[in-house]
Nanobody, 115 residues
Framework: QVQLLESGGGLVQAGGSLRLSCAAS????????MGWYRQAPGQQRELVAA???????NYADSVKGRFTISRDNAKNTVYLQMNSLKPDDTAVYYCKLSYLIYDYWGQGTQVTVSS
């Protein structure tokens, strides 16, 4: 079993920055993908960014150039640096770890961007 613990959400003004962290613990094997998703009220959950264990990253078009995903494999931790935040970025952000056919989710952390 894998547990994911997110931190770093909060309230920020438009144009500001936040850094999310997600620490994974439990039975973690190499070769897994970690990512960040978000869900705004009334919307479907969507991919924000994901990164392989080798460091290859992909981003949603809406966050390219503003958000950066990174990971520390020794700490089994993934980060999301969010810059130039917009009110449209307001959502609950979820961390996800994918390995083979298994997906594990964190409990989510609220990010609110005020205009």
């Amino acid at each position: 079993q894998v547990q994911l613990l997110e931190s770093g959400g909060g309230l920020v003004q438009a144009g500001g920055s936040l850094r999310l962290s997600c620490a994974a613990s439990g039975s973690i094997f190499g070769g897994h993908i970690m990512g960040w998703y978000r869900q705004a009220p009334g919307q479907q959950r969507e991919l924000v960014a994901a990164i392989t264990s080798g460091g290859m990253a992909n981003y949603a078009d809406s966050v390219k150039g503003r958000f950066t995903i990174s990971r520390d494999n020794a700490k089994n931790t993934v980060y999301l640096q969010m810059n130039s935040l917009k009110p449209d970025d307001t959502a609950v952000y979820y961390c996800k770890l994918s390995y083979l056919i298994y997906d594990y989710w964190g409990q989510g952390t609220q990010v609110t961007v005020s205009s």
